[in-house]
């Protein structure tokens, strides 16, 4: 009978069965099949998906996937194909070894690719994702990389045999890291976490997804709006490929970097401050010239050797100590010839305070108030004084008590103190997809010297007056 030799062919009773029913009632639900099988419908799709592997079912991308099947006589010609196709690749390749023949071979060569290929599937439902998750953490040996955006740590902990298979893993060795966007409201289910586990927070990332060793890639397509559904409308891509998966980890180690680490960004939420590390630009271009030019050294070297001449190498050397010693006068000015740009950091420093009060003011509702709660701020610090007016058209004046010199040896503050307003506004109005800050120059005088324009479909453009 066919399903004894199907099940001599390696597989089990239910993968048998599961052929014949859909070999004749294709496109079938899963739950539908699970019915049928008297059985789980995990226990269904686990058994689809081992088909699916084979090539002997298929599903359409459907929402719910729809299952059909070859039929019986179908599936064992398939098989016994495989197992041919198989069996000629081991022979030809002992042949090839024992004759000495080497794996440049046209022939051989797309054999083994033929085996290498990525393999690609599509799983739908969190509760699915998750499982594979799981399968993923027992089997790890090295790396284990999950992304959860702003709520996966949710998910996670209300998936336990998955959550167990992580911090198993982390137990037993595997390096395992998370990078995630906090919330306020996610911040307690991190301490289900093994201690070993390291998270960072990165606000730029919000992706969901997980890699296993070099070998395997989890990426979501779609995730339920809301974030304590059961995530019957999950769906993630499933990419077996090594080469993809490297790709992968370069990217992640990159954001990895420069991602935050959990108890530094718990202080948001705990502390109301942001006491993440504070990269500054210094400058731009090539260090080595600027400093060349400094000493008054072009760089050039004689194309032949000349004859050693001690009065022409002290007097060199000489020269080139007078340079630096003027260097080390304490001006402002010295270090703008050396490329680093006082200007440019202390702006962003200015955007940092900024954030950090658009951040602590992050509860008010109206933006007038917040304006107003800035204002005081901004006069109560000494930094000068700040209106708002509606004519002609909204806008804010922004007084400065210490405007822009001419002084090449001034400390530019004036450019923190801008910054603190761009930091400030753009952390607040640009969460808005549809709103964007636009800085333009203004008359050049003390109480007019730049704009900001607040471009809002739903509201009028707001001018603010620096």
């Not at 705990?270 to 731009?284: C, F, K, S, V, W």
Request: some cysteine; overall charge negative; hydrophobic content about 40%.
């Amino acid at each position: 009978m066919w399903e004894e030799l199907l099940l001599e062919a390696g597989l089990n009773e239910r993968e048998v069965r599961s052929i014949l029913i859909l070999g004749s009632r294709p496109k079938m639900k899963a739950s539908e099949l699970a019915k049928e099988l008297n059985t789980t419908r995990l226990d269904a799709y686990n058994s689809l998906s081992r088909l699916q592997e084979m090539g002997i079912v298929t599903a359409t991308a459907d929402r719910p996937m729809l299952f059909s099947s070859l039929r019986v006589n179908e599936a064992m010609e398939h098989i016994i194909q495989s197992r041919k196709q198989q069996l000629d690749r081991l022979v030809g390749g002992f042949e090839d070894l024992s004759q000495g023949i080497t794996e440049t071979d046209a022939s051989y060569e797309k054999q083994r690719r033929d085996i290498d290929d990525p393999r690609f599937a599509v799983l739908k439902e969190r509760t699915h994702i998750y499982n594979r998750l799981q399968k993923m953490a027992n089997e790890s040996e090295e790396r284990l990389i999950l992304l959860l955006g702003q709520f996966g740590i949710l998910h996670l902990c209300r998936n336990p045999d998955a959550l167990e298979a992580v911090n198993t893993a982390a137990v037993r060795g595997v390096v395992v890291q998370i990078i995630t966007h906090l919330d306020r409201r996610t911040l307690r289910f991190f301490d289900q976490l093994d201690t070993s586990i390291e998270v960072r927070h990165s606000d730029e990332l919000d992706s969901l997804g997980f890699v296993q060793d070099q070998s395997e890639v989890i990426q979501y397509l779609n995730i339920e709006d809301n974030p304590v559904g059961r995530g019957k409308e999950d769906a993630a891509l499933i990419i077996e490929s090594s080469p993809f998966s490297q790709a992968h980890l370069h990217l992640i180690d990159a954001i990895w970097e420069a991602a935050v680490p959990l108890e530094t960004a718990r202080a948001r939420f705990t502390e109301n401050q942001i006491n993440d590390p504070l990269r500054l630009t210094i400058g731009e271009g090539s260090f080595l010239k600027n400093v060349s030019v400094a000493l008054g050294f072009d760089g050039e070297f004689p194309e032949e050797d000349t004859p050693f001449d001690p009065d022409a190498f002290f007097a060199a050397g000489q020269e080139v100590n007078e340079a630096r010693k003027r260097l080390t006068e304490g001006k402002l000015s010295n270090l703008k010839v050396l490329g680093i740009d006082l200007g440019r950091m202390l702006r962003q420093i200015g955007n940092r305070v900024g954030r950090e009060i658009a951040f602590s003011l992050r509860s008010i509702e109206n933006d007038i108030e917040f304006l107003d709660e800035m204002m005081d701020w901004w006069e109560h610090a000494g930094l000068g004084m700040l209106q708002y007016d509606v004519d002609p058209q909204f806008h804010v004046i922004v007084g400065l008590n210490h405007p822009p010199v001419s002084d090449v040896d001034a400390l530019p503050m004036w450019e923190m103190d801008d910054g603190i307003i761009e930091g400030a506004l753009s952390t607040r109005f640009t969460k808005d997809a549809n709103v964007v800050i636009q800085r333009t120059e203004g008359k050049g005088t003390s109480d007019n010297l730049w704009h900001y324009l607040i471009h809002r479909h739903e509201l009028k453009a707001v001018e603010l007056v620096d």
